[in-house]
Each structure stands twice: as C-alpha cells, then as structure tokens.
C-alpha cells in the first residue's frame, strides 16, 4: 500500500510466510536503508537528505539504495504491505460483497500501523504535504497498489484480472483513502485516521450523497 504505510521495520500485519536467506538478507537491507532515511530526514529535512547520506548512514553504496529505491522518493512511501493486502483480500468470504472487503482490510491494516508506527506513519503524512514530488510519487504508486488489490478481488469473484468494473470499484475506495490521508495530513494528523476512512467508505457505499 504505497500510498499509505510508514518508514518502518515493523512486520506487516498477518502472519508472513517464512522468507530464505536470501529474501530476509534483502528485507533486512531495506530496512536499514529506511530506517536511516527516516532518521535522516527527521534531523535535517527531507530536501538537506540526499541518497549518498543514506546510502552512508545504511552502510551501503548509493546503488544498493537504488537497486532497493528507484527514486528518493520511494524509500518515504515504499512498504511490504502490498502482499500483504492481497493476500488478506483473498482471505475474505467468498460471497463477501467487495466494498466490505476492502473496508475489513483497510482499516484493520491502517489500524495496526497506528497501533506500532504511529510517529512514522505521522512523519510520512507531513512529507506528503510539505514535498510536491512525495505527493506526485504517492499517486503513481497508488495506481500500482489498485492493480494488485484489483487483481485479487477479481480473482476472488471469479472474473477476468482486468475486470472494468473491479478497476473502478478499487480505483474508487482508493482515491477515497488517498483524499482522507491528504486530509489527515493538512488538518496536523488530527482526529481518528482509521474512524475518517470509514466515514469515506460509508459515502461511497451510500452513493455519495451530497
């Protein structure tokens, strides 16, 4: 979930499957990265943070950082949640109406980040605001996000991957939440996030009555 998951080296909620070597050797690398970016730009601000003082505080080259990062950007807004999401999606019941689908995994997951990475959740929300090109970054990796959790719920219901009407659907609840966090942002992260996408969510059901 691009678009809505801090700088963090706490596991994504769910049970994960057990990684190799390899795989955990790389997480591990991500991580350092992120956590040093994290630190960085909270000490200096993120325009003073440059890759070559990551890549330094990380213990990598610059080209480690952007093999794992291909832009400045993406260390800020990059995640393993995305797995994640499609894999609780398919979990759902089957009959399982999919806007209630999307409702059980959104907030439950933007709970449990607010539950163990609140203050980088809330670092990550005020660089969407204040940097144009993180909040550029962020709507391009939505689209990605809408993809994938497209992709699952169509399995899920048994149509075609690129169904039309699960595209909007998903492109739908996303733009929700993307315009409820952009609103968090703006208004100093006040108020109950997980509570607001709800309401949002309510709307969209609701035929957004106005």
């Known amino acids: ?49 440059t890759v070559e003082q990551i890549a330094e505080a990380a213990e990598v080259s610059p080209s480690t950082v952007f093999r794992y990062f291909p832009a400045k ?15 609780a999606l398919l979990r759902r019941p089957a009959g399982e109406p999919p806007l209630e689908s999307l409702r059980h995994v959104l907030t439950e997951t933007f709970a449990a980040v607010l539950a163990t990475d ?6 990550r929300a005020r660089l969407i605001v204040e940097v144009p090109a993180v909040r550029a970054r962020m709507t391009e990796s939505m689209s990605d996000t809408a993809g994938t959790l497209a992709a699952a719920l169509a399995s899920r219901a048994g149509r075609a991957p690129d169904d039309l009407t699960v595209r909007v659907s998903v492109a739908a609840v996303l733009g929700a939440l993307r315009e409820v966090t952009l609103y968090w942002c703006e208004h100093d992260r006040e108020g109950d996030l997980v509570a607001m996408i709800g309401r949002a969510l309510d709307d969209l059901e609701n035929g957004l009555s106005l």
């Open 73 to 87: 950007e993406d260390i800020v807004l990059a995640d393993e949640y995305g797995p994640v999401l499609e894999a």
């Open 1 to 49: 979930m691009a678009a809505t998951s801090p700088i963090s080296s706490a596991s994504a909620p769910g049970t994960p499957p057990r990684l190799g070597l390899r795989e955990r050797k790389k997480l591990r690398t991500r991580i350092a990265i992120r956590q040093a970016a994290c630190r960085l730009i909270a000490e200096q601000g993120y325009e003073a943070t």
């Open 118 to 123: 609140e203050e980088e959740l809330r670092q």
